[in-house]
């Protein structure tokens, strides 16, 4: 499969512990961006990647959120304290750039927080 | 920010009928349009996009409109088929603004054979 993937799929953690996510974008694809979805309504963006440089961030983003890209290929997003409203799927999608804008995404990864 | 607003929450149609839903946003500076279906459990999809040069495009039996001067857009599918239940998101994009998209709260779309 050449699309993009997300590891774990799934995860349930209890309130208070620190979870990872990590998402490989399509080869070759030099912007990355995660999203998080709740159910019944549009994904919500996160935050964005061109390489490894972090360009944009959400207010969504609160200082318990961090994500990194460290050599432009893979990405991790770090959720430190959980919340039981961290209770969400988060999507990653990764575009090619260079006048390309579309944006495939992954199959996300569902949280529980408990 | 951009606000992307999306109608209806729901739609129940006829096999063979069409569909159509619609989006406005709020910036008009935004410049590409996406339209994402969604299947139960799955990730997004892109099914047809527009850029703002560009009043309608069309593929198969789906179909978008763009009205800049109005600020909406909409998909319109003919002819629909049961395989086309799945709930759509329309989204908006903003030049200089991390190309981060801004997505409507989606329809589900209902095909009853």
């Known amino acids: 499969d050449t699309g993009v993937s997300q590891d774990p799929r799934h995860k349930i953690t209890k309130r208070g512990q620190n979870v990872t996510f990590r998402c490989d974008p399509i080869?070759?694809?030099?912007?990355l961006y995660w999203y998080r979805q709740t159910l019944g309504q549009g994904p919500e963006f996160l935050t964005y990647?061109?390489?490894?440089?972090?360009?944009?961030k959400s207010r969504l983003l609160s200082d318990r959120f961090s994500a990194e890209r460290p050599k432009g290929s893979f990405s991790t997003l770090e959720i430190q304290r959980t919340e039981q409203g961290d209770s969400a799927m988060y999507l990653c999608?990764?575009?090619?750039?260079?006048?390309?804008?579309?944006?495939?995404f992954g199959p996300g990864t569902r949280l529980l927080v408990l | 920010g951009e606000n992307v607003e999306q109608h209806p929450s729901t739609l129940s149609v006829q096999e063979g009928d069409s569909a159509v839903i619609k989006c406005t946003y709020s910036d008009s500076a935004s410049n590409y349009f996406p339209w994402y279906k969604q299947e139960l459990g799955k990730r997004p999809q892109l099914i047809i996009d527009?850029?703002?040069?560009?009043g309608e495009k069309k593929d198969q039996r789906i179909a978008v409109t763009l009205n800049k001067t109005a600020k909406h857009f909409s998909l319109h599918i003919t002819e629909t088929q049961p395989e086309d239940s799945a709930v759509y998101f329309c989204a908006a994009r903003r030049p200089n603004a991390g190309n981060m998209l801004t997505f409507g709260g989606g329809t589900r779309l209902m095909v009853k054979p």
């Open positions: 527009i850029r703002s040069n560009v």
């Open positions: 080869s070759e694809h030099n912007r």
């Open positions: 999608a990764s575009s090619q750039g260079r006048g390309s804008e579309t944006q495939y």
């Open positions: 990647f061109q390489n490894e440089a972090q360009l944009e």
